[in-house]
């Protein structure tokens, strides 16, 4: 059965302090994982795609990466805006997204 | 970019009657739609996916007649709770495929409390 797995679970950061989120999965054929974040009561907003092993997105204080079997997103130097729930989602080329749980990031001042 | 509209926001409601979520795709045309249901710090769970002009196919465990979708055009999709109950409360969201016929792009929310 596809599964994707988001660690950790929840993260509280100092600001400045940088950080990896990560997203394991298991599928049949990937066609694309993305990366987005939620802020409280709002839907998701789109942050990445990566579409094959070895590939790299970067967007401000964001890089996304990809292997065979996971991704990382990585935040360097994080402010208190970055605070989010991150969810990482895959299309195992079912037409749909499978989503994991998400990891709760909190930057404190 | 693409744009998703997700109206309303918030609706509250009386247990045993029915309420009707929108989804609008603003600036492309979407085939296909889905529709999730999120619980307080929890994943998103697909419900069901939406294709224009003809039925909805739903998820296992959710019932299709408790929930139904109506995709009528190339840029609208609706989500209808019938018989709501307290059980149904819940964030729900709408996605939509986006240009190209691929990407998705995530409409708002709607937070469903029933009284």
């Known amino acids: 059965e596809d599964q994707v797995t988001q660690s950790p679970e929840a993260l509280r950061l100092q600001e400045g302090e940088s950080s990896s989120l990560n997203c394991s999965y298991t599928?049949?054929?990937?066609?694309?994982l993305f990366w987005y974040r939620q802020d409280p009561g709002k839907g998701p907003e789109f942050l990445f795609t990566?579409?094959?092993a070895g590939e790299e997105k970067e967007k401000e204080r964001l890089k996304a990466t990809l292997t065979k079997k996971e991704s990382f997103l990585h935040i360097t130097a994080p402010k208190p805006e970055d605070s989010a729930t991150y969810l990482c989602?895959?299309?195992?080329?079912?037409?749909?997204?499978?989503f994991g749980t998400g990891t709760r990031l909190q930057v404190f001042p | 970019g693409a744009v998703v509209s997700q109206h309303p926001s918030r609706v509250i409601c009386k247990s045993g009657t029915s309420v009707k979520i929108e989804c609008r795709s603003l600036?492309?045309?979407?085939?296909?739609m889905f529709w999730y249901r999120q619980f307080p710090k929890k994943s998103l769970m697909l419900m069901a996916t939406?294709?224009?002009?003809?039925?909805?196919?739903?998820e296992q465990g959710v019932e299709k007649d408790k929930f139904l979708i109506n995709h009528a055009s190339l840029t609208l999709s609706t989500l209808t709770v019938t018989s709501a109950h307290p059980e149904d409360s819940s964030f729900y969201i709408c996605?939509?495929?986006?240009?190209?016929?691929?990407?998705?792009?995530f409409g708002s929310g709607t937070r469903l409390t029933v009284v």
């Open positions: 996605s939509a495929v986006g240009p190209n016929n691929y990407g998705y792009t």
């Open positions: 599928v049949s054929g990937l066609r694309g």
């Open positions: 990566l579409y094959s």
């Open positions: 989602a895959v299309d195992d080329n079912t037409d749909k997204l499978i």
């Open positions: 600036d492309f045309q979407a085939t296909t």
């Open positions: 939406s294709n224009e002009g003809s039925k909805a196919t739903y």
